[in-house]
């Protein structure tokens, strides 16, 4: 990566005194935004920012899925497509999947295969599109929170959030939520999402060496950190939709009820129907 | 990360524990070591003793006894394939019409692109639908034009007891069919089916605020000039 040379070699990227590069502690996040609801042709989407990286993601489905021989009788399809925009890295990035971007979509829709109710839609398949604009290492966990709240914008019933987070290891120490240059020049990186409401693991990768002792603080960081961005998810879920609530106590949303119908006109065959209640 | 059970109405999120009290899980919800949570972001009820939570927004899944409407896509010698706005394709059977079709002779009958309002008899377990066009209040509907809304907001253009519709309809004197898939047929005079289209955009874009029926009568009252209850008064250009 041509972008990195600017670090002098003897630049530590954790000092004496427990201070990154960019000013945060071993176990502080990058500052984090998310809003959902941002596009209105897709059933559910979410923008995320997180330190530097831009990422928004797109939700459409349950929809018949194409082609039609990946259907599956007894359940959806969750099909997860990642992508990096050409101008997310200072170098441009080859449009297009490549080996990374496959990689990451495959454990990103594995990981909400597991959360989402698939049994309730078979034969369709629920699409996720995360596309990342702004690149500043840890894509695949904005990606994938963003991604999260999109699902539960668009409706779609699932077990919990997921939430993402990694922490690896920078100058020999264990630290949360790496960025581009503590990425490049650490020792270790290790992405991860949890279900938050039962502390299950749905994807966990590593890139780098740990310790089994460093693994697992580098874990626990991660897992405090997870509780605190879920948060973030259902804030930005709750002021999309709060106001709704308020709505609903007016006119309770009843399923339909044919009464509700307007009354059905006398309908000849091939004639126009004649509405004469009124 | 167990929190506390929301107040009846609240917005709730996939995952959310919802306060059970001997209530059995609705719809919307499921149930995990004897705790019931949300399944889907909506708002919690209770209702003959289920907890449930009623969906903001999502796609339309077919459910019996729905009337919705419908565009052909395809032909086939005993059924017409028609198009719901879900994910599933939902077949009419020849039978399930008034008429007489004889094997083969489907495209006497409906062509590809007529819309319809029709009745869906059954879903089954892997989602195949059936169709009903039998029952004298369904048929082809000829003329007007379609427009679509989210079918979360079905409900509240329906409003209470059809109050929505009505006040609409009193005002703009348009024949209305709405379709439990969020697909809705207007037909009447030009202006009319203009204000009703966009009576309807102001459904689904304002549908999650307070005062929507308000909202609604002040834009038909500030498009016609007149005040609710007097439909059929005759106006300043003389139409009725």
Redo the contacts between chains.
Sequence with gaps: MGDVEHIPKELKLIDESGVRLDGRRYDELRPIRIEAGVLKKA??SAYIEWGNNKVLAAVY????AHPRHLQD?AKALVQCRYNMAPFSVTERKRPGPDRRSVEISKVISEAFASVV?VEQ????SVDIFIEVLQADAGTRCAGLTAASVAL??????????VTSCASGKIGGVVALDLNKDEDNFGEADCPMAI???TGEIVLLQMDGHLTVDEFERAMDLSIVAT?GI?ELQ?DA??RR????????????????I?????P????P???????DD? | MERSAPARREVVIPGDLLDGHGLKPGSGTFNEGGRIYAARLGIVSERDGLVSVTPLSGRYIPRSQDVVIGKVMDLGPSHWLVDINSPYPAPLNAKETPWMVEFGDTERYLHVGDVLLAEIVSVDEAMRVQLSMADRQFGRLSGGQIVQISPAKVPRLIGRQGSMIGLIRDFTQVRMFVGQNGMIWLDGDADGVRHTANAIRLVEDRGHLPGLTDAVREYLERAYGRSASTPTEVDDDGRR
Excluded at chain 1, 61 to 64: A, K, S
Excluded at chain 1, 121 to 124: G, K, S
Excluded at chain 1, 258 to 262: D, K, R
Excluded at chain 1, 264 to 267: A, S, T
């Design positions: 059933d559910g489905g349950p929809r018949e009788p109710f839609f078979p034969r369709t539960a914008d668009a409706g779609i019933p699932m077990r919990d959030l279900v938050p409401r509780k879920y259902r879920l709750r939709y709060s106001a709704m609530a308020e709505q609903a106590m007016e006119a309770p949303p009843p399923p339909p044919p009464s509700e119908l307007p059905p006109p006398d309908m065959e091939d004639e126009l129907p004649e509405v009124l």
